[in-house]
């Protein structure tokens, strides 16, 4: 079956440390995003990719990075600059506008 | 700054009854009109999408755009408990397809 798969699902980070939370899709969708939720916030955007080899920056960015080599792979680096990352980390893909996000079941990041 | 605007609840609605939720947009250009349901601890699914004024119904769900007052709605007919969760509206930002989320309206379907 066709989906977004994020992993791992629960990660503990310690002070200064850089953590990847993984991100891979096989629909076959051109456009994937990142999203950050915390109690009450709703969703922000991170960062989003239309396209393999370029990306652009959500309302968030800061404190983050992103690479997008492969159309199937969208991976996030929370760098240390991050100094509050403890949140609900959301991975989406679409095809395109009219079809809404395909989201995976997330990554619960935790500051130790 | 972009907004997407719900009240944030919570709605309690008896079992059976018509559950009604509001939100608003800031942004006049925006096309693409979204519902999504979340459930405590999981990822948002989507229910509902709409792109032109007026209504669209899909089973129990009924969603409501108006343009000119910059307002979507969503309807749930003869409520569950099961419905009970937080309903997220979106809006396409009109770049790289990205969507705008309100804070989502917390949902309570009492028996």
């Known amino acids: 079956d066709g989906g977004i798969t994020q992993s791992p699902k629960y990660l503990f980070r310690k002070e200064g440390q850089n953590v990847t939370l993984s991100c891979e899709q096989n629909?076959?969708?051109?456009?994937m995003y990142w999203y950050r939720q915390d109690p009450g916030q709703g969703l922000r955007l991170i960062y989003y990719?239309?396209?393999?080899?370029?990306?652009q920056k959500g309302d968030i960015a800061e404190g983050y990075s992103v690479s997008r080599e492969k159309k199937e792979s969208f991976p996030l680096t929370v760098t240390s600059a991050q100094k509050n990352p403890t949140a609900f980390y959301l991975c989406?893909?679409?095809?395109?506008?009219?079809?809404?996000?395909?989201f995976g079941s997330g990554t619960r990041l935790t500051v130790v | 700054q972009k907004e997407v605007e719900q009240n944030s609840g919570p709605l309690s609605v008896p079992e059976g009854a018509i559950a009604s939720l509001n939100c608003t947009y800031s942004?006049?250009?925006?096309?693409?009109f979204f519902w999504y349901r979340q459930y405590s601890g999981k990822s948002p699914e989507l229910i509902m999408s709409?792109?032109?004024?007026g209504d669209k119904e899909d089973g129990r769900f009924t969603a409501q755009l108006n343009k000119a007052s910059q307002y979507v709605s969503l309807l749930i007919r003869d409520s569950q408990p099961s419905d009970s969760a937080t309903y997220l509206c979106?809006?396409?930002?009109?770049?790289?397809?990205?969507?705008?989320f309100g804070k989502g309206t917390s949902l309570l379907v009492t028996p």
């Open positions: 989406a893909s679409t095809p395109g506008q009219v079809y809404g996000y395909t």
């Open positions: 629909l076959n969708h051109d456009a």
């Open positions: 990719s239309q396209i393999v080899n370029d990306f």
């Open positions: 942004d006049r250009g925006s096309q693409s």
């Open positions: 709409i792109y032109s004024n």
């Open positions: 979106a809006v396409n930002m009109g770049t790289g397809y990205a969507l705008n």
